[in-house]
């Protein structure tokens, strides 16, 4: 039933006094009167040529035919750079950004660049994901890549890759046989014969939850959570001289295990700190966030609870099931990242709705944070004013601390300090970004590439502009890849000599290597 008043022949509907009137001869209306017969001509003729006008203009805008170029994002964007049009036109027909056009001609070109396994040639069909994997490249100053992986829960493998391919197609190298001197180092009691699959070397490291390089001081940092220890970092170096040396097939055994907490702690991940930072990292766990000082010291970065022992009330669940811990403190972080050129700032999510922000510098540590629309998964520092958070329920957004607003102070129950809680409303968002209630779920920023690289719940991995938060379409061969699960572990990288980072993942025992072919020589300008 439409809303619109029912037309009565000889009267007016007068829409602000929601009321008919009978229309009256000029001669005998007011002067001003709405229904007189002059008025009710003149809007009838008005509103005929405001219609007819209306029509005109469509018509007109359905003969406009835009240049095919428009649909091609590389296309356009460089034909605009060329001819220099810096128009303004309604929303999406503006001129593109330079990180939309590089972000679209990565993607338009990547292809799939070979993989490489990890395990036994039976252990392959149907192995579960790697939980997790870090690919050594060009930020360690060598001339060769380590790629190592959490091959299961008791074991981390770490293989030699090729560098230096025209082609650059990922390929293990056989290195010179050495036998290990330590047990802490396993690998085949033989060599293998001429043809067969590359050997491994293997570490002991139970429940390995993230491998993360601390490039100043050449160290790999390991977390593990095993149950019937809790939470431990694991610190070595690996070996990265030349292979061609012939000194450097063996994984350092003189590795160091630090301990983060009791018994029911999880260390989740690890992010190593910049070269301006006096700490070797920050390590996300189940009880909150610990630094890791050069020198090996840990410090709890939230408000401990003193361990009271098994029947102290601070230590049981309340009745609604938790534990009574400060309200306004991280207690659970799955990722957290230093500030982008400051790493006395660092931003950290988990479990809590939240997005939590501290200066290092203070003396007693403070957080204040900001709401987000679910529990945080992902947390990266993109330049110096944004961070990008990826989430459950399918939220993944970009906040610009310049704009953060503050708000009261609370007293942290329990605490006895002063948190800042601020609000902020996210500057870009993700539509079409898909994880509902996945943790461990793959992801990775390349502010190079202006990508997000994140695998979803239907277990494909879609590409996604920085710039615009829309959905960038790939290659065939990436557009086409799914899984039987979604992947755990993603990761942009750049190995030696190549000029461009490329997308590996983990797909079961396999580490999959997807990027854009070489230029050829009269394209190297």
């Known amino acids: 039933m439409s809303d619109s008043p029912r037309e009565i022949p000889g009267f007016y509907w007068d829409p602000e006094k ?35 006008a209306a029509k005109r203009q469509q018509l007109t805008k359905n003969h406009v035919k835009r240049s095919v170029l428009a649909r091609d994002a590389v296309a356009s964007g460089l034909l605009a750079r060329e001819t220099e049009m810096s128009r303004i036109a309604e929303a999406g027909r503006g001129k593109r950004e330079n990180g939309d056009v590089l972000a679209a001609a990565w993607a338009r070109e990547v292809a799939a660049k070979g993989k490489i396994s990890f395990g036994m040639s039976w252990e392959l069909s149907g192995h579960p994901h790697m939980s997790c994997f870090y690919v050594v490249g060009e930020e360690s100053g060598s001339k060769s890549a380590i790629a190592y992986s959490a091959l299961d829960a008791q074991f981390m493998v770490g293989t030699y890759i090729e560098v230096g391919n025209k082609d650059e197609n990922l390929a293990m190298v056989q290195p010179p046989w050495r036998e290990p001197a330590e047990a802490a180092v396993l690998s085949r009691s033989r060599r293998p014969a001429a043809g067969s699959p590359v050997a491994y070397n293997i570490v002991h490291c139970s429940n390995t939850s993230s491998i993360k390089y601390h490039a100043p001081s050449n160290r790999m940092l390991l977390t593990s959570s095993d149950p019937n220890v809790g939470g431990t970092l694991v610190l070595f170096r690996p070996p990265l001289d030349d292979i061609s040396s012939g000194r450097s097939w063996s994984l350092d055994i003189d590795h160091m295990a630090i301990p983060l907490g009791r018994k ?20 996300g766990t189940s009880d909150g966030i610990m630094s890791i000082h050069s020198d090996e010291t840990p410090r709890w970065l939230n408000p401990r609870l003193p361990n009271l022992g098994p029947d102290a009330r601070a230590e049981r669940p309340t009745a609604r099931g938790r534990f009574n811990r400060p309200r306004k403190t991280p207690f659970e972080i799955f990722s957290q990242d230093f500030q982008v050129d400051n790493h006395n700032v660092l931003f950290a999510g988990g479990r809590q709705p939240r997005l939590w922000i501290s200066d290092l510098r203070t003396p007693a540590v403070e957080w204040s944070s900001v709401k987000h629309g679910s529990s945080i998964a992902h947390v990266r520092s993109i330049n ?7 989430g459950l329920r399918d939220c993944m957004s970009v906040y610009d601390t310049r704009f953060f607003r503050s708000g009261g102070n609370d007293d942290a129950a329990g605490g006895g300090q002063s948190r800042r809680n601020a609000s902020s409303c996210p500057v870009l968002e993700f539509p079409e970004y898909r994880n509902q209630a996945r943790f461990d779920i793959g992801w990775d920023v390349c502010t190079q590439l202006n990508l997000v690289a994140a695998a979803q719940d239907d277990a494909t991995v879609r590409l996604f502009s920085l710039s615009s938060g829309g959905l960038v379409r790939a290659g065939a061969d990436l557009e086409g890849f799914g899984a039987k699960n979604p992947v755990k572990a993603l990761m942009f990288q750049t190995l030696p000599g190549e000029r461009l980072p490329n997308l590996y993942m983990a797909d079961g025992a396999y580490l999959k290597k997807f990027g854009c072919a070489p230029a050829g020589d009269g394209d190297m300008e």
């Not at 009321?19 to 008005?46: C, D, G, H, L, N």
């Not at 110096?384 to 990826?390: G, L, Y």
């Open 18 to 52: 929601k009321r008919y009137f009978k229309i009256e001869k000029s001669q005998t209306a007011p002067s001003t009167a709405q229904w007189s017969t002059s008025s009710v001509k003149r809007r009838e003729r008005e509103s005929h040529v405001a219609e007819q």
């Open 264 to 283: 029911w702690c999880f260390a989740h991940q690890s992010t190593p700190a910049p070269a301006a930072s006096d700490l070797l990292c920050v390590v």
């Open 384 to 390: 110096p004013h944004q961070v990008i958070v990826a």
